[in-house]
């Protein structure tokens, strides 16, 4: 039996680049999912079939280094230490800023 690869209140990309978040999820007699999908641009519940779902990463966000220097300031006010692998989210942030320079 297969899983679905999406699961209510997954946040996901539909149409290359609208945001939308899994409202519904069922499999179709030939063994594949179906999704409805809350996409915030059209305001409206549409049905996508999974291969025409991406997973959204946050991570694949690209931050400025403002950005960066906001989100460190803000975690030691609530006192929070850097946590692991931020400094390497931060590296890899400056590597690709150095790029475009």
């Avoid at 999406?6 to 999912?33: A, H, M, P, Q, R």
């Avoid at 230490?81 to 475009?100: H, M, N, T, V």
Wanted: hydrophobic share 35%; net charge negative.
């Amino acid at each position: 039996m297969n899983k679905p690869r999406f699961l209510f209140g997954d946040i996901v990309v539909v149409n290359k680049s609208d945001i939308g978040v899994i409202c519904k999820t069922w499999e179709k007699s030939n063994g594949k999912y179906e999704y409805e999908v809350y996409v915030r641009l059209a305001n409206s519940i549409i049905t996508f079939a999974e291969e025409d779902i991406d997973r959204y990463r946050v991570r694949h966000k690209y931050l400025s280094e403002e950005e960066m220097e906001t989100i460190v300031a803000e975690l030691a006010r609530k006192g929070i230490e850097k946590p692991k692998g931020f400094s390497a989210l931060e590296q890899f942030i400056k590597d690709r800023l150095s790029e475009c320079e």
